[in-house]
């Protein structure tokens, strides 16, 4: 691997985790329970592109 593959890595990375926690602490701000705010972090972690979208079309909404 070159430096730069290993740069772009770890910033692809870094980019998940950083999104996850943000999903994580703005459900929680909400006043959704833990676990679906781990839920919602685990989902952004692992499919970013699409949950992105999809969380930013939900988080508006009051789900029961």
Do not use: C, H
């Amino acid at each position: 691997m070159t430096t730069f593959q290993l740069i772009i890595n770890w910033f692809i990375l870094s980019l998940f985790v950083v999104s996850a926690t943000w999903v994580f602490i703005d459900t929680r701000k909400r006043g959704r329970p833990l676990s679906e705010s781990l839920a919602w972090a685990l989902f952004m972690g692992f499919m970013f592109p699409l949950a992105i979208v999809t969380y930013i079309y939900f988080r508006r909404k009051k789900l029961v």
